[in-house]
């Protein structure tokens, strides 16, 4: 835990977005969401925080947390116990808004600096849920297809090929309520494997 908690401290004072960015700085002050643990063996892994996460430094505390814990079928007790479930997204900051005031996508400045440092300290990961595209690219570039969709639907090949397991999904955001309105076959085929898949994990 030592390793790991004195990296996390190391996150959590991170300037580089703002300080040496690979592109335009982050328009405000950083403040890495995240939470990890040696003994965590499912891995939440999302795209960036938004602003109401921001605001209370709690990863997935707004609607589209709400969305995703009813997906795993657990409560907010449990999706905040680090010791059973590791939430590291793409991008640990709120990247900001951009034009149409719309979330910009992930920081690459995470990923390139942390994301292996961090996966290497997590050795009980046994599933990774992705949500959404940029999570995929990273985690199972080799199974993603040109379509959310088509990658989403193609879920048995990363879960059944990768090790750690990669289940691939949409992002709970409330942007995907048409998606997943025209997509019945998620809540029905994938969600029974999700929850079963969580269940096991956190028992």
């Not at 300080?19 to 982050?26: A, G, S, Y």
């Not at 599933?127 to 080799?142: D, F, K, N, S, V």
């Not at 059944?160 to 076959?185: A, C, I, Q």
Request: proline share 12%; charged share 20%; with cysteine.
């Amino acid at each position: 835990m030592d390793k790991l908690q004195e990296l996390l401290d190391e996150v959590r004072c991170c300037r580089i977005c703002l300080e040496t960015p690979q592109k335009t700085p982050l328009p405000h002050t950083p403040r890495p969401v995240l939470q990890a643990s040696p003994t965590a063996r499912l891995l939440i892994a999302g795209q960036a925080p938004g602003a109401r996460v921001h605001a209370t430094g709690l990863p997935f505390n707004d609607p589209s947390g709400d969305r995703l814990r009813y997906w795993l079928g657990v409560g907010r007790e449990l999706f905040y116990d680090p010791l059973r479930i590791a939430v590291v997204p793409m991008g640990f900051c709120f990247p900001g808004y951009d034009r149409r005031g719309s979330d910009l996508p992930p920081r690459n400045e995470c990923a390139r600096h942390w994301l292996h440092r961090i996966m290497a300290t997590m050795p009980a990961i046994e599933t990774i849920i992705c949500l959404g595209r940029y999570a995929q690219e990273w985690h199972m570039p080799q199974f993603c297809r040109p379509t959310l969709t088509e990658t989403v639907r193609s879920w048995r090949e990363p879960f059944e090929n990768l090790t750690p397991r990669v289940l691939p999904l949409p992002h709970p955001s409330w942007r995907n309520s048409g998606w997943l309105k025209t997509n019945p076959w998620f809540e029905a085929q994938i969600l029974p494997v999700l929850r079963c898949e969580v269940a096991r994990l956190t028992a």
